[in-house]
Protein backbone atom coordinates (compact mmCIF):
# COMPACT_ATOMS: atom_id res chain seq x y z
CA UNK A 1 0.00 0.00 0.00
CA UNK A 2 2.81 2.12 0.62
CA UNK A 3 4.37 1.59 -2.08
CA UNK A 4 2.25 3.01 -4.39
CA UNK A 5 1.73 6.09 -2.24
CA UNK A 6 5.24 6.24 -2.69
CA UNK A 7 5.26 6.16 -6.55
CA UNK A 8 2.35 8.21 -6.76
CA UNK A 9 4.73 10.98 -4.74
CA UNK A 10 7.54 10.32 -7.09
CA UNK A 11 5.57 9.98 -10.54
CA UNK A 12 3.31 12.31 -9.96
CA UNK A 13 4.37 14.75 -7.82
CA UNK A 14 7.87 14.63 -8.60
CA UNK A 15 8.96 14.33 -4.50
CA UNK A 16 11.39 12.01 -3.88
CA UNK A 17 10.44 11.09 0.17
CA UNK A 18 7.45 11.97 1.94
CA UNK A 19 7.82 14.72 4.82
CA UNK A 20 7.41 14.50 8.04
CA UNK A 21 3.81 12.35 9.22
CA UNK A 22 2.81 12.19 5.59
CA UNK A 23 3.29 8.55 5.15
CA UNK A 24 1.51 7.00 7.94
CA UNK A 25 -1.04 9.77 7.81
CA UNK A 26 -1.96 8.57 4.19
CA UNK A 27 -2.02 4.87 5.47
CA UNK A 28 -4.27 5.57 8.35
CA UNK A 29 -6.61 7.34 5.72
CA UNK A 30 -5.99 3.98 3.30
CA UNK A 31 -6.88 1.84 6.13
CA UNK A 32 -10.43 3.74 6.86
CA UNK A 33 -9.71 5.17 10.23
CA UNK A 34 -10.26 8.81 10.88
CA UNK A 35 -7.88 11.25 11.25
CA UNK A 36 -6.68 14.30 13.02
CA UNK A 37 -3.28 16.16 11.08
CA UNK A 38 -1.51 18.86 12.52
CA UNK A 39 0.96 20.25 11.22
CA UNK A 40 2.69 24.03 10.20
CA UNK A 41 1.30 26.01 6.97
CA UNK A 42 3.86 24.81 4.49
CA UNK A 43 3.98 21.03 6.21
CA UNK A 44 2.72 19.44 3.17
CA UNK A 45 -0.97 18.60 3.57
CA UNK A 46 -2.85 18.60 0.81
CA UNK A 47 -0.60 15.50 0.02
CA UNK A 48 -2.20 13.52 3.00
CA UNK A 49 -5.82 13.70 0.95
CA UNK A 50 -4.49 13.86 -2.18
CA UNK A 51 -2.76 10.87 -2.78
CA UNK A 52 -5.64 8.70 -0.76
CA UNK A 53 -7.70 10.26 -3.22
CA UNK A 54 -5.93 8.84 -6.27
CA UNK A 55 -5.31 5.42 -4.61
CA UNK A 56 -8.87 4.89 -3.54
CA UNK A 57 -12.04 4.15 -5.54
CA UNK A 58 -14.45 7.04 -5.90
CA UNK A 59 -14.38 10.60 -5.10
CA UNK A 60 -12.85 12.36 -2.30
CA UNK A 61 -14.78 15.48 -0.95
CA UNK A 62 -12.34 18.35 0.12
CA UNK A 63 -14.15 20.70 2.47
CA UNK A 64 -12.82 24.31 2.39
CA UNK A 65 -13.97 27.10 3.40
CA UNK A 66 -12.09 29.62 0.74
CA UNK A 67 -13.06 29.65 -2.93
CA UNK A 68 -9.41 30.98 -3.88
CA UNK A 69 -7.66 28.48 -2.34
CA UNK A 70 -10.06 25.79 -4.12
CA UNK A 71 -9.76 27.07 -7.26
CA UNK A 72 -5.92 27.18 -7.11
CA UNK A 73 -5.83 23.91 -5.81
CA UNK A 74 -7.77 22.21 -8.63
CA UNK A 75 -5.71 24.13 -11.64
CA UNK A 76 -2.44 22.63 -9.54
CA UNK A 77 -3.84 19.32 -9.80
CA UNK A 78 -5.33 19.44 -13.51
CA UNK A 79 -1.22 20.20 -14.21
CA UNK A 80 -0.27 16.90 -12.92
CA UNK A 81 -3.17 15.55 -15.09
CA UNK A 82 -5.53 14.33 -11.86
CA UNK A 83 -9.13 14.84 -12.06
CA UNK A 84 -10.27 17.66 -9.71
CA UNK A 85 -13.06 20.14 -9.64
CA UNK A 86 -14.92 22.19 -7.50
CA UNK A 87 -18.41 23.24 -6.32
CA UNK A 88 -19.26 26.96 -5.09
CA UNK A 89 -20.95 29.72 -5.80
CA UNK A 90 -18.79 31.06 -8.40
CA UNK A 91 -20.13 28.53 -10.83
CA UNK A 92 -23.17 28.75 -13.36
CA UNK A 93 -25.92 26.21 -13.45
CA UNK A 94 -24.51 24.89 -16.94
CA UNK A 95 -20.84 24.55 -14.86
CA UNK A 96 -22.09 22.64 -12.10
CA UNK A 97 -24.50 20.29 -14.12
CA UNK A 98 -21.25 19.24 -16.13
CA UNK A 99 -19.49 19.06 -12.38
CA UNK A 100 -22.39 16.42 -11.71
CA UNK A 101 -22.10 14.71 -15.28
CA UNK A 102 -18.48 13.93 -14.37
CA UNK A 103 -19.03 12.96 -11.08
CA UNK A 104 -21.42 10.59 -12.41
CA UNK A 105 -19.11 9.56 -14.90
CA UNK A 106 -16.17 8.32 -12.47
CA UNK A 107 -14.59 11.32 -14.53
CA UNK A 108 -13.15 12.76 -11.30
CA UNK A 109 -11.01 11.88 -7.92
CA UNK A 110 -10.85 14.96 -6.00
CA UNK A 111 -14.25 17.63 -5.23
CA UNK A 112 -13.92 20.60 -3.67
CA UNK A 113 -16.52 21.87 -2.07
CA UNK A 114 -17.52 24.69 0.15
CA UNK A 115 -19.33 23.76 3.74
CA UNK A 116 -22.38 25.84 3.19
CA UNK A 117 -22.63 24.12 -0.39
CA UNK A 118 -21.73 20.64 0.93
CA UNK A 119 -24.30 20.46 3.52
CA UNK A 120 -27.58 21.83 1.34
CA UNK A 121 -30.08 19.10 1.17
CA UNK A 122 -29.83 18.77 -2.93
CA UNK A 123 -25.80 18.66 -2.81
CA UNK A 124 -25.95 15.73 -0.02
CA UNK A 125 -28.41 13.71 -2.27
CA UNK A 126 -26.52 13.80 -5.19
CA UNK A 127 -23.11 12.80 -3.28
CA UNK A 128 -25.11 10.01 -1.15
CA UNK A 129 -25.60 8.14 -4.95
CA UNK A 130 -21.62 8.37 -5.45
CA UNK A 131 -19.39 6.53 -3.77
CA UNK A 132 -17.27 8.35 -1.63
CA UNK A 133 -13.86 6.90 -0.59
CA UNK A 134 -12.19 10.10 1.74
CA UNK A 135 -14.15 13.38 3.23
CA UNK A 136 -10.91 16.21 4.08
CA UNK A 137 -11.94 18.71 5.94
CA UNK A 138 -9.15 21.57 5.74
CA UNK A 139 -8.74 24.39 8.06
CA UNK A 140 -10.26 22.12 10.31
CA UNK A 141 -9.91 25.15 13.39
CA UNK A 142 -13.12 27.25 11.89
CA UNK A 143 -14.94 24.44 14.23
CA UNK A 144 -14.04 26.26 17.35
CA UNK A 145 -15.86 28.96 19.34
CA UNK A 146 -12.73 29.51 21.18
CA UNK A 147 -10.31 29.69 18.46
CA UNK A 148 -9.59 33.08 16.53
CA UNK A 149 -11.17 31.98 13.27
CA UNK A 150 -14.53 30.79 13.75
CA UNK A 151 -17.04 29.68 10.96
CA UNK A 152 -20.65 28.77 11.79
CA UNK A 153 -20.36 26.75 8.77
CA UNK A 154 -18.08 24.70 9.86
CA UNK A 155 -20.26 23.61 13.43
CA UNK A 156 -22.83 21.82 11.50
CA UNK A 157 -19.90 19.35 9.55
CA UNK A 158 -20.48 16.58 12.15
CA UNK A 159 -23.27 15.67 10.78
CA UNK A 160 -21.27 14.48 7.99
CA UNK A 161 -20.93 11.56 10.21
CA UNK A 162 -24.30 10.43 9.82
CA UNK A 163 -24.54 11.63 6.58
CA UNK A 164 -21.78 9.58 4.72
CA UNK A 165 -21.27 6.69 7.61
CA UNK A 166 -18.41 4.98 7.10
CA UNK A 167 -16.74 6.93 4.98
CA UNK A 168 -13.11 7.62 5.92
CA UNK A 169 -12.59 11.20 7.66
CA UNK A 170 -9.03 13.43 7.57
CA UNK A 171 -9.50 16.69 9.81
CA UNK A 172 -6.51 19.22 8.91
CA UNK A 173 -5.18 22.25 10.28
CA UNK A 174 -2.29 24.56 10.90
CA UNK A 175 -3.01 26.09 14.45
CA UNK A 176 -3.95 24.27 17.44
CA UNK A 177 -3.55 24.42 20.97
CA UNK A 178 -4.41 21.27 22.81
CA UNK A 179 -8.44 22.27 23.63
CA UNK A 180 -8.83 23.63 20.52
CA UNK A 181 -7.65 19.86 19.27
CA UNK A 182 -9.95 18.51 21.05
CA UNK A 183 -12.80 20.79 20.12
CA UNK A 184 -12.16 19.74 16.55
CA UNK A 185 -12.27 15.86 17.36
CA UNK A 186 -15.66 16.31 19.27
CA UNK A 187 -17.53 18.84 17.09
CA UNK A 188 -16.77 17.14 14.04
CA UNK A 189 -17.60 13.88 15.66
CA UNK A 190 -14.57 11.94 14.51
CA UNK A 191 -14.55 7.93 15.54
CA UNK A 192 -11.46 7.02 17.45
CA UNK A 193 -8.85 9.65 15.37
CA UNK A 194 -5.41 9.04 14.59
CA UNK A 195 -3.89 12.05 15.55
CA UNK A 196 -0.59 13.43 13.73
CA UNK A 197 0.70 16.12 15.66
CA UNK A 198 3.32 17.47 13.77
CA UNK A 199 6.13 20.33 15.24
CA UNK A 200 5.03 23.51 14.97
CA UNK A 201 8.37 24.64 14.21
CA UNK A 202 9.03 26.99 11.27
CA UNK A 203 12.70 26.85 11.01
CA UNK A 204 13.07 28.59 8.11
CA UNK A 205 11.29 31.81 9.11
CA UNK A 206 13.49 34.09 11.54
CA UNK A 207 11.13 35.86 13.70
CA UNK A 208 12.27 39.37 14.81
CA UNK A 209 10.27 42.50 17.10
CA UNK A 210 11.26 45.48 17.43
CA UNK A 211 10.21 48.62 19.90
CA UNK A 212 8.02 50.87 17.61
CA UNK A 213 10.20 53.88 18.22
CA UNK A 214 10.30 54.87 14.23
CA UNK A 215 8.41 52.96 12.12
CA UNK A 216 8.62 53.83 8.80
CA UNK A 217 12.36 54.15 9.09
CA UNK A 218 12.53 50.75 10.57
CA UNK A 219 10.01 49.08 8.00
CA UNK A 220 12.76 50.65 5.09
CA UNK A 221 15.51 49.55 6.93
CA UNK A 222 13.69 46.10 6.84
CA UNK A 223 12.65 46.00 3.31
CA UNK A 224 15.95 46.94 1.60
CA UNK A 225 17.23 44.33 3.12
CA UNK A 226 14.12 42.01 1.07
CA UNK A 227 14.61 43.84 -2.47
CA UNK A 228 12.67 41.79 -5.20
CA UNK A 229 10.77 39.50 -2.48
CA UNK A 230 7.42 39.38 -2.40
CA UNK A 231 5.86 39.79 0.95
CA UNK A 232 2.84 40.80 3.01
CA UNK A 233 3.42 44.30 4.99
CA UNK A 234 -0.05 44.19 8.10
CA UNK A 235 -1.49 47.06 9.19
CA UNK A 236 -4.63 47.69 11.81
CA UNK A 237 -6.49 50.52 9.12
CA UNK A 238 -7.71 50.33 5.96
CA UNK A 239 -6.79 54.18 5.53
CA UNK A 240 -3.07 53.40 6.81
CA UNK A 241 -2.74 49.87 4.26
CA UNK A 242 -3.38 52.52 1.63
CA UNK A 243 -0.95 55.40 2.62
CA UNK A 244 1.59 53.14 3.77
CA UNK A 245 1.09 51.46 0.27
CA UNK A 246 1.71 54.80 -1.76
CA UNK A 247 4.79 55.54 0.27
CA UNK A 248 6.52 52.24 -0.41
CA UNK A 249 5.62 52.89 -3.87
CA UNK A 250 7.18 56.46 -3.69
CA UNK A 251 10.76 54.69 -2.00
CA UNK A 252 10.45 52.01 -5.47
CA UNK A 253 9.37 49.35 -4.39
CA UNK A 254 5.81 47.65 -5.97
CA UNK A 255 3.06 47.70 -2.89
CA UNK A 256 -0.49 47.30 -3.40
CA UNK A 257 -3.17 48.11 -0.75
CA UNK A 258 -5.97 45.47 -0.04
CA UNK A 259 -8.63 46.03 2.48
CA UNK A 260 -12.47 44.79 2.61
CA UNK A 261 -13.66 48.21 1.59
CA UNK A 262 -11.40 48.51 -2.25
CA UNK A 263 -14.20 47.02 -4.73
CA UNK A 264 -13.97 43.61 -5.80
CA UNK A 265 -12.42 44.24 -8.79
CA UNK A 266 -9.46 46.31 -7.35
CA UNK A 267 -9.09 43.67 -4.59
CA UNK A 268 -9.03 40.70 -7.06
CA UNK A 269 -6.56 42.62 -9.29
CA UNK A 270 -4.61 43.19 -6.56
CA UNK A 271 -4.20 39.97 -5.20
CA UNK A 272 -3.80 38.13 -8.79
CA UNK A 273 -0.83 40.88 -9.18
CA UNK A 274 0.77 39.31 -6.31
CA UNK A 275 0.33 35.94 -6.50
CA UNK A 276 0.96 36.43 -10.57
CA UNK A 277 3.80 38.74 -10.80
CA UNK A 278 7.66 38.20 -8.72
CA UNK A 279 8.07 40.81 -5.87
CA UNK A 280 4.97 42.55 -5.20
CA UNK A 281 4.55 43.43 -1.55
CA UNK A 282 0.57 43.91 -0.58
CA UNK A 283 -0.06 46.24 2.10
CA UNK A 284 -3.05 44.86 3.63
CA UNK A 285 -5.99 44.56 6.85
CA UNK A 286 -5.96 40.83 7.90
CA UNK A 287 -9.05 40.42 5.47
CA UNK A 288 -5.79 39.16 3.31
CA UNK A 289 -4.15 36.03 3.49
CA UNK A 290 -6.47 33.33 4.31
CA UNK A 291 -6.73 31.38 0.84
CA UNK A 292 -3.36 32.47 -0.57
CA UNK A 293 -1.50 29.67 -1.12
CA UNK A 294 1.62 30.90 -2.80
CA UNK A 295 4.54 29.34 -1.47
CA UNK A 296 7.02 31.79 -1.90
CA UNK A 297 5.71 34.65 0.04
CA UNK A 298 9.49 36.10 1.58
CA UNK A 299 8.54 38.01 4.32
CA UNK A 300 5.25 39.31 6.87
CA UNK A 301 6.11 42.45 8.60
CA UNK A 302 3.03 43.54 10.88
CA UNK A 303 2.90 47.54 11.70
CA UNK A 304 0.50 46.81 14.13
CA UNK A 305 -0.10 44.30 16.53
CA UNK A 306 -2.10 40.95 16.17
CA UNK A 307 -4.69 40.35 18.30
CA UNK A 308 -3.15 36.85 19.37
CA UNK A 309 -0.35 34.30 19.58
CA UNK A 310 -2.64 32.35 17.32
CA UNK A 311 -3.30 35.18 14.76
CA UNK A 312 0.63 36.22 14.68
CA UNK A 313 1.36 32.37 14.18
CA UNK A 314 -1.52 32.10 10.88
CA UNK A 315 -0.18 35.32 9.60
CA UNK A 316 3.34 35.18 9.78
CA UNK A 317 3.42 31.12 8.93
CA UNK A 318 2.29 32.40 5.17
CA UNK A 319 6.40 33.05 4.96
CA UNK A 320 8.34 30.90 3.64
CA UNK A 321 6.25 27.83 2.52
CA UNK A 322 8.62 26.58 0.66
CA UNK A 323 10.88 26.23 2.98
CA UNK A 324 13.13 28.50 1.65
CA UNK A 325 14.41 31.32 4.17
CA UNK A 326 11.82 33.79 5.03
CA UNK A 327 11.51 36.59 7.53
CA UNK A 328 8.72 37.40 9.98
CA UNK A 329 9.07 40.85 11.67
CA UNK A 330 7.16 42.81 13.51
CA UNK A 331 6.98 46.91 15.36
CA UNK A 332 4.95 47.04 18.32
CA UNK A 333 5.08 49.82 21.06
CA UNK A 334 2.93 51.80 23.62
CA UNK A 335 0.35 53.06 21.92
CA UNK A 336 -0.42 49.22 20.15
CA UNK A 337 -0.19 48.31 23.88
CA UNK A 338 -2.79 51.03 25.18
CA UNK A 339 -5.45 50.38 22.29
CA UNK A 340 -5.67 46.33 22.43
CA UNK A 341 -5.73 46.49 25.99
CA UNK A 342 -8.39 49.08 26.14
CA UNK A 343 -10.12 47.48 22.78
CA UNK A 344 -10.56 44.19 25.09
CA UNK A 345 -12.07 45.50 28.18
CA UNK A 346 -14.66 47.83 26.80
CA UNK A 347 -15.77 45.21 24.02
CA UNK A 348 -19.42 44.36 24.20
CA UNK A 349 -18.60 40.44 24.92
CA UNK A 350 -19.32 38.08 27.37
CA UNK A 351 -17.03 38.35 30.89
CA UNK A 352 -15.97 35.10 29.85
CA UNK A 353 -15.40 35.82 26.44
CA UNK A 354 -13.35 38.71 27.14
CA UNK A 355 -11.23 37.02 29.99
CA UNK A 356 -10.41 34.66 27.04
CA UNK A 357 -9.51 37.94 24.53
CA UNK A 358 -7.42 39.37 27.97
CA UNK A 359 -5.27 36.34 28.21
CA UNK A 360 -4.48 36.01 24.39
CA UNK A 361 -3.66 39.01 24.02
CA UNK A 362 -1.47 39.32 26.92
CA UNK A 363 0.25 36.01 25.52
CA UNK A 364 1.48 38.27 22.86
CA UNK A 365 2.49 40.99 24.32
CA UNK A 366 4.43 39.45 26.74
CA UNK A 367 5.85 37.23 23.53
CA UNK A 368 7.55 40.39 22.25
CA UNK A 369 8.66 41.59 25.66
CA UNK A 370 10.63 38.08 26.25
CA UNK A 371 14.84 38.28 26.60
CA UNK A 372 15.17 34.55 25.60
CA UNK A 373 15.05 32.51 22.17
CA UNK A 374 11.99 33.72 20.39
CA UNK A 375 11.40 30.51 18.72
CA UNK A 376 11.42 28.91 21.70
CA UNK A 377 9.14 30.97 23.32
CA UNK A 378 6.33 30.44 20.31
CA UNK A 379 6.01 27.21 20.76
CA UNK A 380 6.13 27.21 24.40
CA UNK A 381 2.97 28.45 23.77
CA UNK A 382 1.51 26.13 21.40
CA UNK A 383 2.72 23.01 23.73
CA UNK A 384 5.54 22.08 21.72
CA UNK A 385 9.18 22.47 23.31
CA UNK A 386 12.81 23.26 22.04
CA UNK A 387 15.71 21.74 23.41
CA UNK A 388 18.28 24.38 22.26
CA UNK A 389 18.50 28.09 21.30
CA UNK A 390 16.93 28.34 17.56
CA UNK A 391 20.23 30.30 16.52
CA UNK A 392 17.33 32.07 14.28
CA UNK A 393 15.32 34.67 16.20
CA UNK A 394 16.79 37.76 16.70
CA UNK A 395 17.22 37.52 20.67
CA UNK A 396 19.59 34.44 19.70
CA UNK A 397 21.21 36.72 16.70
CA UNK A 398 21.86 39.49 18.65
CA UNK A 399 20.76 39.57 22.59
CA UNK A 400 18.53 42.61 23.94
CA UNK A 401 20.38 44.85 26.13
CA UNK A 402 18.89 44.07 29.59
CA UNK A 403 19.37 46.71 32.22
CA UNK A 404 18.20 46.56 35.85
CA UNK A 405 14.96 48.87 35.87
CA UNK A 406 13.75 49.11 39.22
CA UNK A 407 14.59 52.63 39.71
CA UNK A 408 12.64 54.06 36.68
CA UNK A 409 9.92 51.81 37.14
CA UNK A 410 9.69 53.19 40.86
CA UNK A 411 10.20 57.20 39.28
CA UNK A 412 7.33 56.24 36.99
CA UNK A 413 5.15 54.36 39.24
CA UNK A 414 5.25 57.57 41.70
CA UNK A 415 4.84 59.91 38.83
CA UNK A 416 0.98 58.07 38.34
CA UNK A 417 0.77 58.05 41.81
CA UNK A 418 1.03 61.62 42.90
CA UNK A 419 -0.74 62.78 40.07
CA UNK A 420 -3.53 60.48 40.81
CA UNK A 421 -3.95 57.79 38.31
CA UNK A 422 -6.40 60.01 36.56
CA UNK A 423 -3.51 60.95 33.55
CA UNK A 424 -2.63 58.93 30.48
CA UNK A 425 0.84 58.53 29.31
CA UNK A 426 1.71 61.94 27.82
CA UNK A 427 0.83 64.04 30.62
CA UNK A 428 2.91 61.44 33.29
CA UNK A 429 5.99 61.47 30.88
CA UNK A 430 5.99 65.24 31.09
CA UNK A 431 5.71 65.56 34.04
CA UNK A 432 8.42 63.20 34.45
CA UNK A 433 10.40 65.27 32.05
CA UNK A 434 9.71 68.40 33.54
CA UNK A 435 7.58 69.83 30.69
CA UNK A 436 6.38 73.48 32.12
CA UNK A 437 3.04 72.95 29.45
CA UNK A 438 -0.67 74.24 30.36
CA UNK A 439 -2.13 70.95 31.71
CA UNK A 440 0.80 70.72 33.78
CA UNK A 441 0.81 74.18 35.39
CA UNK A 442 -3.12 73.96 35.73
CA UNK A 443 -3.01 71.01 37.72
CA UNK A 444 -0.50 72.33 40.01
CA UNK A 445 1.40 69.50 38.65
CA UNK A 446 5.05 71.52 38.56
CA UNK A 447 4.66 71.63 42.43
CA UNK A 448 5.11 67.42 42.75
CA UNK A 449 8.17 65.86 44.10
CA UNK A 450 8.07 63.92 41.01
CA UNK A 451 8.01 66.92 38.36
CA UNK A 452 11.21 66.40 36.09
CA UNK A 453 12.79 63.84 38.20
CA UNK A 454 13.33 61.82 34.40
CA UNK A 455 14.68 64.77 32.37
CA UNK A 456 17.95 62.55 32.43
CA UNK A 457 16.03 59.96 29.99
CA UNK A 458 13.97 61.16 26.81
CA UNK A 459 10.49 60.86 25.97
CA UNK A 460 10.92 57.79 23.65
CA UNK A 461 12.87 55.45 26.42
CA UNK A 462 10.22 56.71 28.91
CA UNK A 463 7.70 55.20 26.12
CA UNK A 464 9.68 52.27 26.61
CA UNK A 465 9.32 51.81 29.71
CA UNK A 466 5.92 52.81 30.60
CA UNK A 467 5.01 49.79 27.73
CA UNK A 468 6.97 47.00 29.70
CA UNK A 469 5.68 48.49 32.94
CA UNK A 470 2.20 47.80 31.34
CA UNK A 471 3.23 44.48 29.68
CA UNK A 472 4.03 43.32 33.02
CA UNK A 473 0.95 44.51 35.20
CA UNK A 474 2.88 46.75 36.75
CA UNK A 475 0.74 49.31 35.61
CA UNK A 476 -3.20 49.13 34.52
CA UNK A 477 -5.02 50.94 32.18
CA UNK A 478 -8.21 52.19 33.46
CA UNK A 479 -10.85 50.37 31.40
CA UNK A 480 -13.69 53.23 31.35
CA UNK A 481 -12.00 54.47 27.82
CA UNK A 482 -9.76 57.51 29.13
CA UNK A 483 -6.78 55.61 28.89
CA UNK A 484 -5.39 56.52 32.58
CA UNK A 485 -2.79 54.99 34.15
CA UNK A 486 -3.50 53.25 37.86
CA UNK A 487 -1.12 51.02 40.22
CA UNK A 488 -2.05 47.35 40.35
CA UNK A 489 -1.70 45.09 43.44
CA UNK A 490 2.31 44.49 42.08
CA UNK A 491 2.84 48.06 41.93
CA UNK A 492 3.80 48.31 46.26
CA UNK A 493 6.22 45.34 46.71
CA UNK A 494 8.47 47.26 43.26
CA UNK A 495 7.44 50.69 45.52
CA UNK A 496 8.78 49.49 48.45
CA UNK A 497 12.01 47.81 46.61
CA UNK A 498 10.71 44.74 47.47
CA UNK A 499 11.25 43.28 43.88
CA UNK A 500 13.60 43.78 41.00
CA UNK A 501 13.00 44.26 37.56
CA UNK A 502 14.84 43.55 34.45
CA UNK A 503 13.96 46.06 31.55
CA UNK A 504 15.24 46.16 28.25
CA UNK A 505 16.84 48.99 26.57
CA UNK A 506 15.17 49.44 23.24
CA UNK A 507 17.75 51.62 21.22
CA UNK A 508 17.39 52.74 17.42
CA UNK A 509 20.73 53.12 17.02
CA UNK A 510 22.00 49.85 17.68
CA UNK A 511 20.02 48.11 15.52
CA UNK A 512 22.75 46.64 12.93
CA UNK A 513 22.66 47.67 9.70
CA UNK A 514 22.40 44.15 7.77
CA UNK A 515 23.92 43.87 3.98
CA UNK A 516 21.36 44.07 0.92
CA UNK A 517 20.16 40.76 0.28
CA UNK A 518 18.66 40.20 -3.34
CA UNK A 519 15.86 37.22 -4.35
CA UNK A 520 18.45 34.18 -5.43
CA UNK A 521 21.24 35.68 -3.31
CA UNK A 522 21.97 32.28 -2.17
CA UNK A 523 23.19 31.37 -5.05
CA UNK A 524 26.62 31.27 -6.48
CA UNK A 525 26.90 34.98 -8.73
CA UNK A 526 27.67 32.59 -11.62
CA UNK A 527 23.61 30.46 -10.98
CA UNK A 528 21.69 33.69 -10.93
CA UNK A 529 21.58 34.72 -14.28
CA UNK A 530 20.16 31.50 -14.92
CA UNK A 531 17.55 31.38 -12.24
CA UNK A 532 16.91 34.27 -13.72
CA UNK A 533 16.29 33.07 -17.02
CA UNK A 534 14.79 30.23 -15.62
CA UNK A 535 12.26 32.36 -13.77
CA UNK A 536 11.17 34.05 -17.03
CA UNK A 537 10.05 31.29 -19.04
CA UNK A 538 8.72 30.01 -15.95
CA UNK A 539 6.23 33.59 -15.76
CA UNK A 540 5.99 33.05 -19.55
CA UNK A 541 3.88 29.75 -19.60
CA UNK A 542 2.61 30.95 -16.44
CA UNK A 543 0.92 33.80 -18.03
CA UNK A 544 -0.12 31.59 -21.31
CA UNK A 545 -2.29 28.93 -18.72
CA UNK A 546 -3.04 31.60 -16.29
CA UNK A 547 -1.49 30.43 -13.44
CA UNK A 548 0.29 31.15 -10.87
CA UNK A 549 3.85 30.47 -11.43
CA UNK A 550 4.73 28.45 -8.87
CA UNK A 551 2.11 26.32 -9.74
CA UNK A 552 4.21 25.46 -13.06
CA UNK A 553 7.42 24.98 -10.41
CA UNK A 554 8.90 26.64 -6.81
CA UNK A 555 11.89 28.90 -7.21
CA UNK A 556 13.37 25.88 -4.71
CA UNK A 557 13.36 24.02 -8.32
CA UNK A 558 14.41 26.44 -10.30
CA UNK A 559 17.11 26.92 -8.34
CA UNK A 560 18.18 23.23 -8.16
CA UNK A 561 18.07 23.41 -11.82
CA UNK A 562 20.31 26.67 -12.07
CA UNK A 563 23.02 24.77 -9.75
CA UNK A 564 22.67 21.38 -11.69
CA UNK A 565 22.00 22.22 -14.94
CA UNK A 566 20.20 19.37 -16.28
CA UNK A 567 21.10 18.58 -19.82
CA UNK A 568 18.18 16.10 -20.36
CA UNK A 569 14.76 14.36 -19.26
CA UNK A 570 16.55 11.72 -17.03
CA UNK A 571 18.70 14.62 -15.40
CA UNK A 572 15.77 16.80 -14.87
CA UNK A 573 13.29 14.53 -13.87
CA UNK A 574 15.76 13.98 -11.17
CA UNK A 575 14.79 17.08 -9.37
CA UNK A 576 13.21 17.76 -6.80
CA UNK A 577 9.26 18.84 -7.71
CA UNK A 578 9.43 17.74 -11.83
CA UNK A 579 6.99 14.95 -11.80
CA UNK A 580 6.01 12.79 -14.98
CA UNK A 581 3.27 14.88 -16.13
CA UNK A 582 5.46 18.38 -16.09
CA UNK A 583 8.24 17.09 -17.42
CA UNK A 584 6.23 15.87 -20.54
CA UNK A 585 4.72 19.45 -20.65
CA UNK A 586 7.49 21.96 -19.64
CA UNK A 587 11.03 19.91 -19.61
CA UNK A 588 12.14 21.01 -23.18
CA UNK A 589 11.09 24.90 -22.79
CA UNK A 590 13.55 24.60 -19.28
CA UNK A 591 16.10 22.06 -20.41
CA UNK A 592 16.56 24.87 -23.76
CA UNK A 593 16.99 28.12 -21.57
CA UNK A 594 19.69 25.81 -19.45
CA UNK A 595 21.43 24.71 -22.34
CA UNK A 596 21.42 28.21 -24.25
CA UNK A 597 22.51 30.10 -21.11
CA UNK A 598 26.23 29.85 -21.01
P1 LIG B 1 0.03 23.03 3.78
O1 LIG B 1 -1.32 22.79 3.16
O2 LIG B 1 0.36 22.11 4.90
O3 LIG B 1 0.30 24.45 4.10
P2 LIG B 1 0.94 22.28 1.19
O4 LIG B 1 0.20 21.01 1.07
O5 LIG B 1 0.47 23.46 0.42
O6 LIG B 1 1.13 22.67 2.70
O7 LIG B 1 2.47 21.97 0.83
C1 LIG B 1 3.44 22.98 0.88
C2 LIG B 1 4.41 22.78 -0.26
O8 LIG B 1 5.27 21.67 0.01
C3 LIG B 1 3.68 22.45 -1.54
O9 LIG B 1 4.18 23.24 -2.57
C4 LIG B 1 3.96 20.99 -1.78
O10 LIG B 1 3.98 20.69 -3.14
C5 LIG B 1 5.30 20.79 -1.11
N1 LIG B 1 5.44 19.39 -0.63
C6 LIG B 1 4.50 18.65 -0.04
N2 LIG B 1 4.96 17.42 0.25
C7 LIG B 1 6.25 17.39 -0.15
C8 LIG B 1 7.30 16.40 -0.11
N3 LIG B 1 7.08 15.19 0.40
N4 LIG B 1 8.49 16.73 -0.63
C9 LIG B 1 8.71 17.96 -1.14
N5 LIG B 1 7.78 18.94 -1.21
C10 LIG B 1 6.56 18.67 -0.72
ZN1 LIG C 1 16.16 31.82 18.92
Same mark, same amino acid.
Given at each position: ?????????????????????????????????????????????????????????????????????????????????????????????????????????????????????????????????????????????????????????????????????????????????????????????????????????????????????????????????????????????????????????????????????????????????????????? /??? =????? @?????? %? $???? +??? &????????????????????????????????????????????????????????????????????????????????????????????????????????????????????????? /??? =????? @?????? %? $???? +??? &????????????????????????????????????????????????????????????????????????????????????????????????????????????????????????????????? @?????????????? &????????
Amino acid at each position: MTASALKILNEVFGYHEFRGDQESVISAALEGRDTLVLQPTGGGKSICYQIPAILLDGVTLVVSPLIALMQDQVAALKLLDIDAAYLNSTLSVFEQGEVYRRLTGGEIKLLYVAPERLLQAETVARLQKLSISLIAIDEAHCVSQWGHDFREDYLSLGRLAELFPGVPRMALTATATADVREEIVAQLQLNDPARFVARFDRPNIRYEVQAKLDPKRQLLRFLSEHRGAAGIVYCMSRKKTESTAEWLHKEGFIALPYHAGLDAVTRADHQHQFVNNDGVII /VAT =IAFGM @GIDKPD %V $RFVA +HLD &LPKSMESYYQETGRAGRDGEPAFAWLVYGLQDVLRLRQMVDSSPSSDARKQNERRKLDALLGWCEVTECRRRSLLAYFGDELADDCGNCDICLSPPDVFDGTEVAQKLISAVYRTGQRFGA /VHV =IDVLL @GKENEK %V $RQHG +HDR &LSVFGIGKDLDQKQWRSILRQLVVVGLLKVDSEGYGALQLSESSRPLLRGETHLPLRRDLLAKQKVRATKRQGADLADEDIALFDALRDVRKKLADELDVPPYVIFHDATLKQMAVDKPKNDGALIAIS @GVGQTKLERYGSAF &LEVISATP
